[in-house]
């Protein structure tokens, strides 16, 4: 849809969406500029609905959170927060449980093939496996999602179908997703949809993180190691109560969907290019020569290969297909001057497949991130996006990736005989056909 836009109208639009009133950029130049001119206190798009849904459940949400807040409230939080995300030593901790949970999901492929070894669609799977990795960090706890015949009634089903009708209903609902937002005036049936399944969602991710907190009141040692995410930021006393919270179970939140879709794609970018997955299983196992051994922290600083594979899926299909901005002040972006006030729109998808910063976009090549010569410019490649704004979870997610397909490439042969599979544009985008894989054990 973008790429039409582009062809016929240039490489800067002017559009309505929905109630607003937006630029449209396609140019890597653009988005440098944008970032470089977005000040202290970032104003991205507002989520709408779910600062709506917050305000009305106050006995939940004390305040609204990193996915709402803007400005001097969101950048306190973020100042707050990071320091446990975003420092390495910090998510390394957690590369031996991490591993324990990619190990559960593949003993559950051997287990869910069918007589010609394929799983029919690993996107459900893949859903249980992140929930089940990113609770393990924000809580220390094992939800147990990854257990055979998981009955729907379960507090991780009901988690994860709450997560995914939320981002459906997102879709159908915001103002910059082109709707006009008539929830604001009347409870529509969509928002209906949305309140019940954030209902069910907050009630059993606040059962887990009191939980966290009733063992934080009872620990005589608050040794950092033996504290979840949520411990550790309260023993700090870097955050209230409240926020901690709520970090907490927006983290849960906005790690499964995104992560999920993320792994499925790029096991089918190594699915469909044979070479590019045995050399990384030549990697591997020079590592790891034997399937019990586990990734050490000096093992993943070494397995670039593996990087620069989980770099080119997200190159190829960005999960996340841009970002947004209100300008603080005038800048000038592919020639105009653009005012103060506008809502500026950037596209990853253009810029990411762009010949004039990638050789060969379309193609699947990990290897033009082990070269200096063909490494692309800044601003380029930017799937966490960039600067204060840029995605508070990158590093658990690149190690949750790391982990998973280690495991699962050491123990099979990843195959895919089927249509080609594309992107339904969401607010995370998704995968357009079944992710059925054909998994035979090396």
């Not at 979840?228 to 926020?243: C, G, I, R």
């Not at 586990?294 to 960005?318: D, F, G, Q, V």
């Not at 800048?331 to 006030?341: S, T």
């Amino acid at each position: 849809m973008n790429r039409d836009k582009r062809k016929r109208l240039g490489d800067i639009i002017r559009e309505k969406l929905g109630p607003i009133d937006a630029v449209l950029c396609f140019r890597a130049e653009d988005l440098q500029e944008l970032l470089r001119n977005e000040g202290a206190h970032p104003h991205r798009i507002e989520f709408s609905t779910l600062k709506a849904y917050r305000e009305s459940r106050n006995k939940w949400f004390k305040t609204s959170g990193l996915l709402v807040e803007q400005g001097k409230e969101w950048h306190d939080l973020r100042t707050n927060t990071q320091k446990h995300l975003l420092k390495p030593s910090a998510i390394r901790a957690y590369l031996n449980p991490m591993q324990d949970v990619s190990r559960d999901l593949t003993l559950r492929i051997f287990d869910m093939r069918d007589e010609n070894k394929e799983v029919p669609d690993m996107l459900p799977e893949l859903y249980k496996w992140a929930l089940e990795s990113v609770s393990l960090v924000g809580l220390d706890t094992r939800l147990g999602s990854l257990q055979k015949d998981l009955p729907p009634e379960s507090d991780g089903m009901q988690m994860i179908n709450s997560v995914l009708t939320q981002f459906e209903c997102m879709n159908k609902l915001e103002p910059f997703a082109g709707n006009i937002p008539f929830w604001k005036l009347f409870p529509t049936p969509t928002w209906r949809r949305f309140e019940k399944a954030s209902d069910v969602y907050a009630k059993i991710a606040f059962k887990y993180i009191n939980q966290s907190l009733q063992r934080l009141k009872e620990m005589d040692d608050t040794d950092d190691k033996k504290l979840t995410l949520l411990q550790a930021m309260l023993a700090k006393k870097d955050l209230s109560v409240p926020d901690a919270m709520v970090f907490v179970a927006d983290m849960l939140m906005a790690g499964i969907d995104t992560t999920s879709h993320t792994v499925g794609f790029l096991l089918y970018h190594l699915a469909r290019n044979r070479d590019k997955q045995e050399k990384l299983h030549q990697e591997i196992t020079k590592f790891l020569p034997s399937k019990d051994l586990k990734i050490t922290s000096s093992i993943y600083e070494e397995m670039r290969y593996l990087k620069a594979c989980i770099k080119e899926s997200m190159r190829l299909n960005p999960v996340v297909g841009g970002t947004a901005r209100t300008l603080v002040k005038d800048a000038v972006l592919g020639g105009y001057k653009i005012p103060a006030g506008t809502m500026v729109f950037i596209s990853f998808e253009e810029i990411f497949a762009d010949e004039k910063y990638f050789k060969n976009p379309n193609e699947y090549l990990p290897e033009r991130w082990l070269n200096k010569e063909e490494r692309p410019p800044p601003y380029s490649f930017t799937p966490f996006g960039f600067g204060p704004r840029s995605c508070i979870g990158k590093r658990l997610a690149e190690l949750e990736m790391s982990c998973f397909l280690t495991d699962v490439i050491r123990n099979f042969k990843v195959e895919y005989h089927y249509e080609d599979i594309g992107m339904y544009k969401r607010i995370a985008n998704t995968p357009d056909k079944p992710l059925r894989f054909r998994f035979v054990e090396r």
